[in-house]
């Protein structure tokens, strides 16, 4: 058994005061860095204003199910050769849905730094396109439908769309 110490001369309250200086030191760099980026790179909400929103989940509800009743069937492609993105909107009788103004918002799940919108042409009945070059990994669309000559969205739709790499 060694009989040698750190200190020679035994532990000193400086040692102490020293020790937790530096322990507390490090605990306050780590939690200040960790902080930082926890506010810099989430957001945080999905809406700008989740109190407002909060206050009218009646017509949130009302409005989702009046889509519902409409029972529209929906498909997003992608084509990534092309840069075109195509969505098909279908009736309950499996016909096409025409006269659809639309509106979209492109985003990453989990950042902010890519979002953008963009505006749906009917190029064929049912068939709506827009051309916007999206780069691989998931991206969520979120779509707000009327009809020609109203206001208010008849359909809306959120859907995650995966872009693979090209080879």
């Known amino acids: 058994m060694s009989t040698e110490s ?33 506010l810099a790179t989430f957001s945080g909400g ?22 519902a009743e409409l029972g529209w069937h929906t498909e997003v492609t992608y084509d990534a050769k092309s840069g075109r993105l ?3 909107f279908l009736d309950k009788m499996k016909a096409p849905v025409t006269g659809l103004r639309m509106g979209a918002t492109l985003s990453r799940p989990a950042t902010d730094k ?3 919108s963009a505006d749906f042409k009917e190029v064929s009945p049912g068939i709506y396109a827009t051309d916007v070059e999206l780069a691989p990994g998931l991206w969520v669309i979120s779509v707000a439908s009327n009809q020609a000559g109203e206001s ?15 080879p």
């Open 6 to 38: 750190w200190f020679t001369n035994g532990l000193k309250g400086r040692h102490v005061l020293l020790g937790l200086v530096a322990f507390f030191g490090l605990m306050l760099v780590a939690n200040t860095f960790l902080v930082y980026f926890a």
């Open 152 to 166: 208010d969205p008849v359909y809306r739709l959120k859907r995650r769309l995966f872009v693979a790499e090209q």
């Open 46 to 67: 999905e809406r700008p204003d989740p109190y407002r929103s909060g206050l009218h989940y009646n017509e949130t509800v009302e409005a989702a199910e009046r889509q």
């Open 86 to 88: 195509l969505l098909s």
């Open 114 to 116: 890519e979002d953008r």
